[in-house]
């Protein structure tokens, strides 16, 4: 555990600069409803558009806020749209001492809702990210009215499904993952994608606004995620009590194995919804499917 957290350290190299750039370069403009929070933990670079109740999203990397132009023209309509990204991912960026464990994660998760949320929102998280909406909905119950827990499983599958993504251990290494992984991320990235998402142009979109980001100084922390994050042996959340729905897309490869039904442990209140034409991202390879779904279960 101390290894892991001083191998998390490498993730705030250079946070002055990169908030600078974050702040001022392409990253603050790729899009027209860009904003950014920042507190004495972190910068978080954030979307955000539309009326009516909050919907918000977390980016699951390597994916950044540039694909998120379909999801948002899909609900601004009928939903307040966010969608940001996590610490150390895209152009988030974690200052000295930031704490990748579990808990203080949720917690910054928590006060970014508040101020920017305003109130309950929808929390449609997905996969590692979503047990982040499962325990701020557990603690913070005054911060979320409805679950969308999206490709994920059991705290127990998920960590099934981390050694097979990690067969050998690299990225699960302290400071081993932290060097490696950062070489492989950008050539790696589209193979990712290939392998995820359904065969559709998405996926071309993907590539080429992932490996875009990579070029302007993206991160994709996930051995830090892997080694402080993921890291219990058992689940470290109860399960909330608010309405949850747990989508599937089943085209996605890298959850074969994966026992979906046992998504419905995730809360107290849970239905599953399976979808066969999409894989990884269901919220992004079908917006408008999405949200017809979404508005029919939270009944807006």
């Known amino acids: 555990m101390l290894l892991s957290k001083l191998a998390a350290r490498l993730e705030t190299k250079n946070w002055k600069e990169r908030i600078q750039w974050a702040r001022t370069g392409p990253p603050s ?16 670079r ?15 990397g390597p994916a950044t806020l540039e694909v998120y132009d379909a999801l948002f023209a899909a609900l601004k309509s009928r939903f307040t749209v966010i969608a940001f990204e996590a610490p150390g991912n895209g ?43 499962i325990d701020v909905a ?3 119950p005054e911060l979320c009215s409805h679950l969308v827990a999206i490709q994920v499983p059991s705290w127990s ?3 099934l499904w981390k050694k097979r993504r990690d067969p ?39 590539c080429t606004c992932t490996a875009q980001a990579f070029d302007q100084g993206a991160t994709f922390a ?31 490869q890298s959850h074969v194995e994966t ?16 979808l066969e034409h999409v894989g990884h991202f269901p919220e992004l390879e079908d917006p408008v499917g999405f949200s017809k779904i979404v508005g029919s279960f939270a009944r807006l």
Request: glycine content about 8%.
């Open 29 to 44: 403009h790729s899009c027209s409803d860009i904003n950014f929070y920042e507190d004495d933990a972190c910068l978080i």
């Open 46 to 60: 954030y979307r955000k558009a539309g009326r009516g109740p909050a919907i918000v999203f977390l980016c699951d």
């Open 91 to 133: 152009f988030s960026v974690p200052k000295p001492g930031y704490d990748f464990g579990f808990q203080p994660v949720n917690d910054g998760v928590a006060r970014f809702l508040q101020s920017v949320a305003g109130g309950p929102a929808i929390l449609a998280f997905s996969c590692g990210g979503t047990y982040a909406a």
């Open 138 to 140: 557990s603690r913070y």
């Open 157 to 159: 599958e998920e960590m």
């Open 168 to 206: 050998k251990g690299i990225v699960s290494t302290p400071f081993l993952g932290q060097i490696l992984f950062p070489r492989m991320m950008k050539p790696r990235a589209p193979a990712w994608y290939e392998h995820s998402m359904a065969d559709t142009p998405a996926v071309a979109h993907f």
């Open 222 to 252: 996930l051995p830090t995620m892997f080694q402080n994050y993921l890291s219990a042996s058992e689940a470290p959340f109860e399960p909330p009590l608010q309405p949850t729905l747990a989508i599937w897309g089943e085209q996605d």
């Open 259 to 274: 026992d979906k039904n046992s998504s419905l442990s995730l809360a107290k209140d849970c239905e599953l919804v399976r």
